[in-house]
């Protein structure tokens, strides 16, 4: 099974831009779509975006398209999550895991393959 460890969170103002790292230090992810998710305490964790192992498709949910854009570095094991434009909201836990995706027309929902997860990386924005 892959294990991945996420890195880059961090405390920025309302505006402002981070990037996540996510890397593979168990097993290969080279041929599976690697997904980023979110949670904040008291909700169910959410799915924020997806690429899949080839790069060729990349998908988001609505609040965080054309702020958020994922990309991938299969050499170095690595996804990354470039945020920016960075709002309160987008205040939470920020998990990688393997996933999946499900569109209905211009609407993606990003879910995960397992239920297995790392520390992750928190990332806060506030003034």
């Known amino acids: 099974q892959v294990q991945l460890v996420e890195s880059g969170g961090g405390s920025v103002q309302p505006g402002g831009s981070l990037k996540l790292s996510c890397i593979g230090s168990r097993g290969t992810m080279d041929y599976t779509a690697i997904g980023w998710f979110r949670q904040v305490p008291g909700k169910e964790r959410e799915g924020v975006s997806l690429i899949s192992s080839n790069s060729d498709n990349r998908y988001y949910i609505n609040s965080v398209k054309g702020r958020f854009t994922i990309s991938r570095d299969n050499a170095k094991k690595t996804v990354y999550l470039q945020m920016d434009g960075l709002k309160p909201e987008d205040t939470a836990v920020y998990f990688c895991?393997?996933?999946?995706?499900?569109?209905?027309?211009?609407?993606?929902?990003?879910?995960?393959?397992?239920?297995?997860w790392g520390q992750g990386t928190q990332v806060t924005v506030s003034s």
């Open positions: 895991a393997p996933g999946r995706s499900y569109c209905s027309g211009a609407v993606c929902s990003v879910y995960p393959l397992f239920d297995y």
